[in-house]
T-cell receptor
Framework: DGGITQSPKYLFRKEGQNVTLSCEQN?????MYWYRQDPGQGLRLIYY???????QKGDIAEGYSVSREKKESFPLTVTSAQKNPTAFYLC???????????FGSGTRLTVV | KNEVEQSPQNLTAQEGEFITINCSYS?????LHWLQQHPGGGIVSLFM???GKKKHGRLIATINIQEKHSSLHITASHPRDSAVYIC?????????????FGKGTKLSVKP
C-alpha cells in the first residue's frame, strides 16, 4: 500500500547535536512538506519542496535544513541552532494543487 | 488573530449524538481541508473541498465561501470518532499545497 513512512517514531537528542528525521513516500507525489506541532498550537510549516532538487523555507525554517535529492525522500535535519527543538514533527506529501494530501505518522523529538 | 479559527476547542458528546465542529478563516482560499488526528499523532485527510458539501459515511463537510466558514458534522457519533479534528486552508495567495492550520477541536465521545 502507498503511504508515507517517518522514522524513528521517538527520538532523543542531546543539546548541541544535529539530528536527521527521515521521510519517505511511495505515492509518486511531487510535493513534500515538513510541519512542526507544539501543544495548543496549529501545525506550522518548516520547509516544503514541489520538485526534486528544489525546496523553499516555510514560516519557521530557522535552525532546520532539508534536501530533496530523490522524489521519494525529504529528510529534515534539526540543527543545534534550533533553540527549542522538542516537538512533534510531521511529514506530508501531495500532488500539485494540494490534492491527495497524505501525512506520515510523525516523529516525536525530545532534547535532553 | 489566527487566520483559521475553530470552535469549540473541546467537545464531549454521548454516543449517538449529532456533532458539529466549526471553522472560520480570514484569508482567500483555494481549498479547505478537514483532517483527523488520533492520539498516536498520525493525521488522516477526511475532506478537501472548495464549494458546497461532501459526504463520506457518517461525516459531512460543508463550506460557505462568501461567509468564509466551514462545518464538519458527524452523525450518530461513536467512541471511535474520538480524536482531534483539524481545519486547514490552502491560501489562494500562496502555493496550493501549503496549508494554514487551525488549532484543532478535541472530540471525546462517551459510550
Amino acid at each position: 500500500d502507498g503511504g508515507i513512512t517517518q522514522s524513528p517514531k521517538y527520538l532523543f537528542r542531546k543539546e548541541g547535536q544535529n539530528v536527521t528525521l527521515s521521510c519517505e513516500q511511495n505515492l509518486n507525489h511531487d510535493a513534500m512538506y515538513w510541519y512542526r506541532q507544539d501543544p495548543g498550537q496549529g501545525l506550522r510549516l518548516i520547509y516544503y519542496s514541489q520538485i526534486v532538487n528544489d525546496f523553499q523555507k516555510g514560516d519557521i525554517a530557522e535552525g532546520y535544513s532539508v534536501s530533496r535529492e530523490k522524489k521519494e525522500s525529504f529528510p529534515l535535519t534539526v540543527t543545534s541552532a534550533q533553540k527549542n527543538p522538542t516537538a512533534f514533527y510531521l511529514c506530508a506529501s501531495s500532488i500539485q494543487g494540494g490534492y491527495g494530501y497524505t501525512f506520515g505518522s510523525g516523529t516525536r523529538l525530545t532534547v535532553v | 488573530k489566527n487566520e483559521v479559527e475553530q470552535s469549540p476547542q473541546n467537545l464531549t458528546a454521548q454516543e449517538g449524538e449529532f456533532i458539529t465542529i466549526n471553522c472560520s478563516y480570514s484569508v482567500g482560499i483555494s481549498a479547505l481541508h478537514w483532517l483527523q488526528q488520533h492520539p498516536g499523532g498520525g493525521i488522516v485527510s477526511l475532506f478537501m473541498l472548495s464549494s458546497g458539501k461532501k459526504k463520506h459515511g457518517r461525516l459531512i463537510a460543508t463550506i460557505n465561501i462568501q461567509e468564509k466558514h466551514s462545518s464538519l458534522h458527524i452523525t450518530a457519533s461513536h467512541p471511535r470518532d474520538s480524536a482531534v479534528y483539524i481545519c486547514a486552508v490552502s491560501s489562494d495567495g500562496g502555493s496550493q499545497g501549503n496549508l494554514i492550520f487551525g488549532k484543532g477541536t478535541k472530540l471525546s465521545v462517551k459510550p
